[in-house]
């Protein structure tokens, strides 16, 4: 199944890379660990010139932030920010970056 998901997500053709970070959308529901396996190559996906893709990226790779890798994460979102010049996508990114940070870099003592 893991390389069947791979070779979804690293298609040249954007229908596969779609239903592949769905599919791993519903996967990371189930399990998340499963979503680390595969991190790098989501991130990737960003740099696909689909806008469709790209939103349904941003929000698989929201969904898929843990502790291990927040900061590698917030940095693509920050990153994908200061590109990008649709101001509800800005807005909505600025929101899941900050919930983010708010999660997973502050601890009781101020910032881990």
């Given amino acids: 199944a893991a390389s069947a998901l791979s070779r979804f997500l690293t298609s040249q053709n954007n229908n596969f890379k779609y239903f592949g970070i769905t599919l791993l959308g519903q996967i990371i529901q189930v399990s998340p660990k499963y979503a680390a396996d595969h991190q790098l190559v989501v991130i990737d996906c960003l740099d696909d010139p689909d806008e469709t893709l790209k939103r349904k990226t941003l929000d698989l790779l929201y969904r898929m932030t843990n502790p ?9 979102l920050v990153g ?3 590109s990008t ?3 509800y996508l800005r807005t909505d990114l600025v929101a899941r970056i900050t919930e983010l940070a708010e999660r997973y870099l502050f601890d009781s003592d101020g910032i881990s």
């Fill in 68 to 76: 291990h890798n927040v900061e590698v994460i917030c940095e693509r």
């Fill in 80 to 82: 994908y920010l200061r």
């Fill in 85 to 87: 010049v649709d101001n």
